[in-house]
């Protein structure tokens, strides 16, 4: 059975940082491509950093670029998120995914 768990979530104030995680089991995460999405509210579901398999090259929406960085750790079957110099419009809530397989989310509250 497919989990995806994340964690790492909470309120921040404005230029700060977080660290999410994402533990996977149930399929072979080495090889998996994963991503992180988030969902603010009352707004769609968006795309916002990928890392791929086996080779982790990464992508991220423009939004996040150059404060956000994904990364993932094969032998926990974890994968990250850092998010620095964190905005009141990153407050949403965090998803990993496999395959539109996703976890339970995590809120990030961005407020001073």
């Known amino acids: 059975q497919v989990q995806l768990v994340e964690s790492g979530g909470g309120l921040v104030q404005p230029g700060g940082s977080l660290r999410l995680s994402c533990a996977a089991s149930?399929?072979?995460?080495?090889?998996?491509?994963m991503s992180w999405y988030r969902q603010a509210q009352g707004k769609e579901r968006e795309l916002v950093a990928t890392i791929n398999a086996p080779v982790s090259t990464r992508s991220y929406t423009d939004s996040v670029k150059g404060r956000f960085t994904i990364s993932r750790d094969n032998a926990k079957n974890t994968v990250f998120l850092q998010m620095n110099s964190l905005k009141p419009e990153d407050t949403a809530v965090y998803y990993c995914?496999?395959?539109?397989?996703w976890g339970q989310g995590t809120q990030v509250t961005v407020s001073s």
């Open positions: 995914s496999w395959r539109n397989i």
């Open positions: 149930g399929f072979s995460f080495r090889s998996a491509i």
